[in-house]
């Protein structure tokens, strides 16, 4: 496992887990495009898609990054 743990939360059942992002489908979409902040690091966001352990069901994950 590497050391981008996410938390993440079911949108159906509400139960809370970790996941490892390197592990998980990226969906590649046109909301990825990159954002710059005035001072700041460059950020992206990133969506995965997610299946809970304890349902089943699948959802969209939104994640934040740093470059």
């Known amino acids: ?17 970790q996941e490892d992002i390197e592990q998980l489908e990226r969906i590649d979409q046109e909301l990825n495009k990159q954002i710059i902040f005035r001072g700041k690091p460059r950020r992206r966001r990133e969506q995965y898609r997610v299946r809970c352990p304890h349902d089943g069901t699948f959802f969209i994950v939104e994640v934040e990054v740093e470059e």
């Open 1 to 17: 496992m590497s050391d981008k743990l996410i938390e993440v939360k079911c949108t159906f059942c509400g139960r809370t887990w």
